[in-house]
Nanobody, 127 residues
Framework: QVQLVESGGTWVQPGGSLRLSCAAS????????IGWFRQGPGKEREGILC????????YYADSVKGRFSISRDNAANTVYLVMNALKPEDTSTYYC????????????????????WGRGTQVAVSS
């Protein structure tokens, strides 16, 4: 059973940057596809970035393309979501998730087909 714990959420001004962390225990993240999802107030949870472990293929939602990226530290069993040029509409609770298999990372992000969820970390973007 993989446990995921997100951290790094905070308040930031528009245009700012933030890095969220997702630390894993009970399993090695290097063997999983990783996704970052978010859920804003009154909105459905959406997949914003999903990446495959074995070939690095990555899906980005249009809303974050060019601004958000993902990196892995396999030694630390941690993945990071790097967020730049933040906008007020990025205000959400951010969740990381892991999946053993999906037809594609796009499928994983769109259909939220994951095996493990973290509990989330809140990001607020405002002036």
């Amino acid at each position: 059973q993989v446990q995921l714990v997100e951290s790094g959420g905070t308040w930031v001004q528009p245009g700012g940057s933030l890095r969220l962390s997702c630390a894993a225990s009970g399993g090695t993240l290097g063997g999983y596809a990783i996704g970052w999802f978010r859920q804003g107030p009154g909105k459905e949870r959406e997949g914003i970035l999903c990446t495959e472990a074995h070939d690095g293929s990555t899906y980005y939602a249009d809303s974050v393309k060019g601004r958000f990226s993902i990196s892995r530290d396999n030694a630390a069993n941690t993945v990071y979501l790097v967020m730049n040029a933040l906008k007020p509409e990025d205000t959400s609770t951010y969740y990381c998730a892991a999946a053993a298999w999906n037809p594609s990372v796009e499928f994983m992000c769109i259909h939220k087909t994951v095996a493990y969820w973290g509990r989330g970390t809140q990001v607020a973007v405002s002036s």
